[in-house]
């Protein structure tokens, strides 16, 4: 009853018009749609919902919550309410162990907005409302592809947030990000320099996509992250690593 609750609220006629082969009207119609749930107080909290209960098979319309979530917490996060940043962090929490039930994982163009909405996530509640945040990540997932896969999607997200030199950011968005980085140096980049090892002993012969993007991530955080921590013994051992960052 709670999904057929969720749904109703949905404008269903303005869904219609995700489908890239909707007419123009149905087009127009979903536009004006997406623009009143950004704007609105708390109508962007049936988004949020159908994402956690799983509301919609249609790609289109998962893409277009995320998408709408994502604005909340980029450019209103300051202005919700508690229970209202809780509710994104829960939202996530669910949507994410949804995943990991899944036979099937999800389209990649919802894998990597889904990672950039948790890096938003992360960017704004790290530093104050949700210090545990990779650990409840990588306590949820263990070691399931699924969930694994997005965990590293998320890791990559946040760097280029968070690291990326190309991007320009404002003063106070500068201090932010070294505030950030210090934090995870202090608190948490062992451990995820610990799953990575665990990602690429444990997939390294089964799911050669997870090696390769547990790769990249490693080569990504590399450039900021205590060097002795990915060059040492194991990483000699472990010839992936020791072959993409430490030159015979």
Not at 45 to 59: P, R
Not at 192 to 220: D, K, M, N, R
Request: proline fraction near 4%.
């Amino acid at each position: 009853m709670a999904c057929q609750s969720v749904a109703a609220i949905m404008d269903e006629q303005a869904l219609l018009g995700l489908n890239p082969n909707a007419d123009a009207r149905y087009r127009q119609r979903a536009m004006a749609y997406f623009e009143q749930l950004k704007e609105s107080q708390d109508a962007w909290e049936v988004c949020a919902q159908a994402l956690a209960k799983g509301v919609y098979s249609d790609d289109h319309v998962k893409f277009f919550c995320f998408q709408v979530l994502e604005h909340q917490i980029k450019f209103r996060h300051s202005g919700l309410s508690g229970a209202q940043q809780q509710l994104i962090r829960e939202t996530l929490m669910k949507w994410l162990q949804m995943q990991l039930m899944n036979t099937q994982p999800e389209k990649v163009f919802i894998r990597n907005k889904a990672a950039q909405v948790f890096a938003l996530t992360f960017i704004m509640e790290y530093l104050t409302l949700w210090p545990k945040f990779f650990f409840d990540i990588l306590s949820l997932v263990g070691v399931n592809p699924h969930g694994v896969d997005i965990y590293l999607r998320t890791l990559m997200a946040i760097d280029a947030e968070v690291v990326d030199r190309d991007i320009l950011h404002a003063p106070e968005d500068t201090r932010r990000n070294t505030l950030i980085k210090d934090t995870m140096r202090e608190q948490c980049i062992p451990s995820l320099v610990e799953s990575w090892f665990h990602i690429l002993q444990t997939y390294q012969q089964t799911h050669p996509e997870l090696t390769c993007q547990c790769l990249e991530v490693v080569g990504a955080y590399v450039s900021w992250i205590e060097l002795s921590l990915i060059a040492n013994e194991r990483s000699v051992a472990f010839s992936p690593v020791h072959h993409w960052f430490i030159p015979d």
